[in-house]
């Protein structure tokens, strides 16, 4: 296939894109994948009893070990995506008819899990500044509570959602689903591998996290990851036996299906661990550089940024409605306009012809970066006569 | 993590390992995850519906319709592995306490996705050349039938085993579940990607395959095809509604959890298809090694081959009870003598010490490195005193 082209966004560009960032190879992992790149790459060394986490060479063991002290829980195993860490909880608990919680800024793919169960979301309220709060929580469970006549099964709240980047009361959602005695799913997507996380300090019965959006990996890579208390229904092992055969395979877990994660992306996720493990140290920096940027990008007359102010994550919605969409009006190239220019000053990754409600993400990128992008957007109002303050 | 060693068995040595030949890396493939590394790298121009087989730049929706005439179906998608194939079927068409007819030498992942949707496995039992033929299949539906009152909800079969590459009755079976009006997935996790396989005339309504098995691909890796008459329930869209909210997210697919492989993996599968299909129509070839090694290998007194003779698939589980375990009594090394002489004579991927009944895989291999093969093991037994005929 000669059409795939060779992709070289990362190395040409600012890249800007909302999800991509987090997700981004260090050096390390992109030598795993160069190494570890064969299919089954990860079996050469397997050995009783057979399964991907107790693999001694390369030390997937360990890794798996570190990892879950890493985010203050017991266990955790590997999955390939975020979604599938939710399926595999969901699908343990969640029956035919069952509600689940979640936010009203949920992913779609926690939807997708509950469905695939035979279970009903439940939707908590934000309030008017876009939050999920633990009053609102609570409200929430004794309406499903009034309206289905059963609690809840479970409780999965984004820290901070992907529409917005807006941080979510999780602590005190973890507190309210400890007192009606639900389990929580504390879904760091967007948190676990960029910003320090410990299920512990949260009290979460679970934490998802995805590789590719946080944890410097290829995609699919992801981790689940809980407590003994919840260890052995999740992570349960096959009961099932052949009815001829009598075979067992017991030490496979069933919604796992077995081995998850084989191959270049566990090991590239091995690889990106410790420099994970450094970057989320430096997460306030992060914080700096994106509420610099807004401050900026407030100065052109008729921004607006939809995200809650002051900035606590990197991931921002805002709004060129009044700014570059009134030049995309008339503009030949209506709103294709705008990414022109940001191309023409090496910035990819906005939504390309969008000029109203758009998302951006600055994470990872140097204080330089930073201050090309911010300097590139007054630049560009300035160029069509847009006032910068 | 600096004990993550640099991998080199496919550089350095020949590799024998029963799993991994179909799923080493071609190097256009290599050349993919080098540029596709980033975690959501195939997300750059994903527009309007959003997801991931619509995208067409890079040409992913393409390479689904052309991945679909390739197997003789109407409509496939990519998965994280086989295994989330059969479990996207499985959990579509089967109920708790439903029957799924497997094989008897069913691979562990199908008990694991039958066990997840809390169906139950009847295994069709064996003849004694441990092969699964058309008329025990019917034999267990009507078991199943009488012993629970309904008919299995499906029929899984491996086209060749994982434990002796025997090839079972694929296409009897087929038709066999047709009169039963029964559906019938069809599991080459061993065939696709080495061997044609076409799904029209295999009569499957589902065929699952393997990346990282079979098709060049890193793990994990896999798809799932079906016909126009499954493609809407298995394929089934999102019907949820959020209750606050309303919102929808229509196009994404249920069971797939909306996108599956967004990634290298899948920008590696794209770029080995070209080499998969050519070789293809090189199995003969492939199946005219492993014979001549097999002749071989039985010239060594004691030997013995497991699997169906003459062989039909390269990967092959043999015996040498009779010859490499009788030496293995009395060395000090145990079974591990053989893996040092095999290791010394540039050959891996035995299991390491096992000198009864192990497996072993000549996918691939040049015919030179089939003689090296062939001529190491008959070395070793001179070696040690064991006659050569």
């Not at 999780?170 to 967007?190: M, Q, S, T």
């Not at 607006?304 to 995309?328: Q, W, Y």
Request: glycine content about 8%.
């Amino acid at each position: 296939m000669d059409e795939i082209e060779v992709r070289a966004r990362e190395e040409l560009f600012i890249n800007i894109n909302p999800i991509q960032p987090g997700g981004r190879l260090t050096p390390e992992a992109m030598k795993a994948l160069i190494t570890y790149g064969d299919g089954y790459s990860t079996c050469d060394w397997c050995k009783k009893p057979f399964r991907l986490d107790k693999i001694q060479r390369p030390p997937i063991d360990d890794f798996h070990a570190e990892l879950a002290r890493f985010l203050g829980m017991d266990q955790v195993r590997v999955v390939p995506g975020a979604r599938r860490g939710f399926q595999a909880v969901v699908n343990s608990l969640v029956e035919q008819g069952d509600s689940v919680i979640v936010s009203s800024l949920a992913h779609y793919t926690e939807f997708l899990a509950v469905e695939a169960a035979g279970g009903l979301v439940k939707e908590v309220p934000l309030t008017k500044n876009h939050i999920v709060t633990a009053e609102n929580t609570a409200q929430k469970i004794e309406e499903v509570k009034k309206e289905t006549g059963a609690l809840p099964k479970l409780i999965m709240i984004d820290h901070y959602d992907y529409m917005l980047g807006n941080e979510h009361d999780v602590y005190n959602i973890a507190k309210v689903a400890r007192d009606h005695e639900i389990p929580f799913l504390y879904n760091g997507a967007y948190t676990i591998g960029v910003m320090p996380v410990n299920g512990k300090e949260i009290g979460a019965d679970f934490l998802v996290g995805s590789g590719h959006k946080s944890f410097a990996s290829p995609a699919p890579s992801g981790l689940l990851a809980t407590t003994e208390k919840w260890a052995d229904k999740v992570f349960r092992t096959t009961q099932m036996v052949g009815d001829v055969t009598e075979r067992r395979f017991g030490i496979k877990e069933v919604e796992l299906l077995g081995c998850t994660l084989m191959g270049a992306n566990l090991i590239a996720m091995m690889a990106s661990f410790p420099a994970v493990q450094e970057r989320v140290k430096h997460w306030n920096e992060e914080i700096k550089k994106i509420n610099y940027f807004a401050e900026e990008f407030l100065r052109i007359d008729g921004n607006k940024i939809l995200s809650e102010m002051p900035r606590k994550h990197c991931l921002t919605k805002v709004d060129t409605t009044g700014s570059f969409n009134k030049i995309a009006q008339t503009h030949k190239r209506r709103g294709f306009f705008f990414s022109d220019e940001l191309k023409a000053k090496r910035i990819v990754g906005e939504f390309v012809g969008a000029t109203r409600a758009w998302k951006l993400n600055t994470y990872g990128l140097t204080w330089d970066q930073v201050k090309h992008l911010a300097q590139a957007l007054q630049d560009i109002a300035r160029k069509y006569g847009i006032n910068v303050a």
